[in-house]
Structure formats: structure tokens, C-alpha cells
């Protein structure tokens, strides 16, 4: 159930002074991964507790040790959550320097 990543302060709610990132009514977004009881605070909370930037440095792992890779040439991209989540991994030292650019 990963429909999300977790990064940039994409998860973060209720946001730094202005409170919920949606309505009160909204349905509960936390995923059952998220099993802290302070994981979700409210409601709005809608991307995995998991590090997803471990999850993407264990991938490139996987490929780097079973497939024939051009190390100067690994690129991330995405849109939307994944776009903003490409700033997390430009700025993590687990996978940066493994990066040649990130095209968000």
C-alpha cells in the first residue's frame, strides 16, 4: 500500500502555524504503517511513515548488483508528491552523491 512517498515535509499536518492540511471531516489518510500513536496527529496525514529515501537507496542497490547500470547516468525524476520528493533525495547523503541530477 505505498501510494505516497515520505519527504520534504510532504507528511507534515497540522503545518507549522496554520494548522490541518484539510478539513476536519476529511477521512483518515494515515496508513497502517503509521502505527506510532503520535505518527498521525490528525486526519490529513497522507503519505507512509516509512523512509522512502532507504527505500529508493535499497532499490538502486538491487539494480546496481543485478543489472548492468551506467553509474554516471542514474537520474531520479517524478511529479506531483514524487517531484517534491525529489528534493529529499537531492539533499540525503545516502543517495545525493549517487545521483547525476534529479529532473522534477
Do not use: H
Amino acid at each position: 500500500d505505498r501510494r505516497s512517498w515520505n519527504g520534504a515535509g510532504t507528511a507534515a499536518s497540522p503545518a507549522a502555524g496554520i494548522g490541518p492540511t484539510c478539513q476536519e471531516r476529511a477521512r483518515d489518510y494515515c496508513y497502517r504503517d503509521c502505527d506510532e500513536p503520535d505518527d498521525c496527529p490528525d486526519n490529513c496525514w497522507w503519505t507512509t511513515c516509512e523512509d522512502s529515501v532507504q527505500q529508493v537507496y535499497e532499490v538502486l542497490e538491487y539494480l546496481k548488483e543485478n543489472m548492468c547500470l551506467n553509474l554516471d547516468a542514474v537520474w531520479a525524476t517524478g511529479c506531483s508528491n514524487g517531484g517534491i520528493f525529489l528534493y529529499e533525495l537531492a539533499k540525503d547523503s545516502r543517495i545525493a552523491s549517487q545521483l547525476a541530477g534529479i529532473a522534477p
